[in-house]
């Protein structure tokens, strides 16, 4: 791992009512919190699985299924090292214990291709899931404030069509991808997705009835040839409130999933 910046602290903050616990920087980069929560309620599989969480930061989302799914190998793909060392001591942490022998971590480029991708450990056909929260920002957009959330918020390139031909490769047949985005986003998924996807699933999240959406969850199938289907949206808030409406609640801390209308993998 390499030396934080002079001055630069971490937090241990405890998710689901302290099931597990991620290490992260304190005042500078992404830090981990609903975003991740929600995503990672998106695998409403049970049983054993393999799932891939791309871009996975500190390792909040994929955590996250590893806590809740007893069955859940998780692999952490990140390509900041400094993200990735936080990542690993939010393996070894000792809150983490229950959950660690069932997390790996991979330093690496979710979007490189060919042979460069394999050597990297992103290899064909070989998991169940994979989740992501892709860099939602323009590379054009006002620059974040730090350097290291700058490179988590946006990146060059075309992020989702090179994330999710990734995602197409490394997932078997029948695969589930999951997502969170921007709303503004929803066509450059549709896109992506392509021909490798279908049955797309996709929910807008909005913080109360009658204000505009602040975040998509979409998921897809590899192979599939469903048709699209926009689901009701969520709302997070009662109006007039800050507090969680229940079923976000629940989303959020773990105690329950949001499972697919169409079809998923098949459970072992």
């Not at 791309?54 to 007893?70: N, P, V, W």
């Not at 990542?87 to 979710?110: C, T």
């Not at 590379?139 to 197409?168: K, S, V, Y």
């Not at 998924?189 to 204000?211: K, S, V, Y």
């Amino acid at each position: 791992m390499q030396a934080e910046p002079k001055g630069v602290t971490e937090t241990v903050d405890a998710f689901h009512f302290g099931e597990f616990h991620i290490v992260q920087p304190k005042g500078r980069g992404h830090r981990a919190g609903m975003d991740a929560m929600l995503l990672a309620a998106l695998v409403a599989d049970t049983g054993a699985m393999r799932v891939a969480d791309l871009g996975a930061g500190a390792g909040a989302a994929g955590m996250a299924i590893a806590s809740r799914i007893a069955g859940a190998e998780v692999v952490l793909f990140e390509r900041s090292a400094e993200m990735a060392g936080y990542a690993r001591k939010s393996i070894d942490h000792a809150g983490n214990a229950r959950i660690a022998p069932r997390l790996s971590l991979v330093e690496a480029d979710v979007t490189l291709k060919g042979k460069a991708r394999l050597a990297a450990g992103l290899e064909d056909d070989i998991f169940d899931h994979v989740i992501m929260n892709p860099p939602f920002n323009d590379a054009g957009d006002r620059r974040a404030p730090d350097d290291l959330r700058a490179e988590a918020h946006a990146m060059d390139g075309d992020i989702f069509e090179d994330w999710i031909r990734t995602a197409g490769a490394i997932l078997k047949p029948g695969g589930q991808l999951s997502l969170i985005a921007r709303p503004e986003s929803v066509a450059d998924i549709i896109r992506g997705c392509g021909r490798r996807f279908g049955g797309i699933e996709i929910t807008m999240l909005h913080a109360r009835e009658g204000e505009s959406a602040i975040r998509l969850l979409a998921t897809a199938i590899k192979g599939s040839r469903a048709r699209l289907i926009f689901r009701a949206p969520l709302f997070m808030h009662g109006e007039g409130s800050h507090r969680f409406l229940p079923d976000i609640d629940d989303l959020n801390n773990g105690r329950a999933a949001y499972p697919r209308l169409g079809k998923t993998r098949r459970t072992p």
